[in-house]
């Protein structure tokens, strides 16, 4: 956590629903962190576009569905979109 900034350059309202979920993105310099977080108590699989992102390898951080945490390279295409699987009241986070 020591190394996430607490200033951003930007912020960036991608979805969501209040009291449901939301998915949101912050710049610093050059580098996007991208958090998701899901309110319910069901699975959510969203597609999202993140065209600040595309055409990258990004770090994807989340939940299994057993609550352990999980962290795999994820090539997101030309267009920016990437399904999220976030788990109930979990949350993801993309980082490039």
Same mark, same amino acid.
């Given at each position: 956590? +020591?190394? @996430?900034? @607490? #200033? &951003?350059? /930007?912020? =960036?309202? #991608?979805?969501?629903?209040?009291?449901?979920?939301? %998915?949101? *993105?912050?710049?610093?310099?050059?580098? &996007?962190? @991208? *958090? *998701?977080?899901?309110?319910?108590?069901? =699975?959510?699989?969203?597609? @999202?576009?993140?065209?600040?992102?595309?055409?990258?390898? %990004?770090?994807?951080? +989340? $939940?299994?569905? $057993?609550? +352990?945490?999980?962290?795999?390279? %994820?090539?997101?295409?030309? +267009?920016? /979109?990437?399904?999220?699987?976030?788990?109930?009241?979990?949350? %993801? #986070? =993309?980082?490039?």
């Amino acid at each position: 956590m +020591s190394i @996430v900034p @607490v #200033i &951003w350059d /930007e912020t =960036v309202f #991608i979805d969501g629903y209040p009291g449901k979920y939301v %998915v949101l *993105a912050r710049k610093n310099g050059d580098k &996007w962190y @991208v *958090a *998701a977080i899901n309110a319910e108590k069901e =699975v959510k699989n969203l597609t @999202v576009k993140l065209p600040m992102l595309a055409n990258n390898t %990004v770090m994807l951080y +989340s $939940d299994k569905n $057993d609550r +352990s945490p999980q962290l795999e390279k %994820v090539n997101i295409n030309d +267009s920016g /979109e990437i399904t999220l699987i976030i788990q109930p009241e979990g949350g %993801v #986070i =993309v980082k490039n």
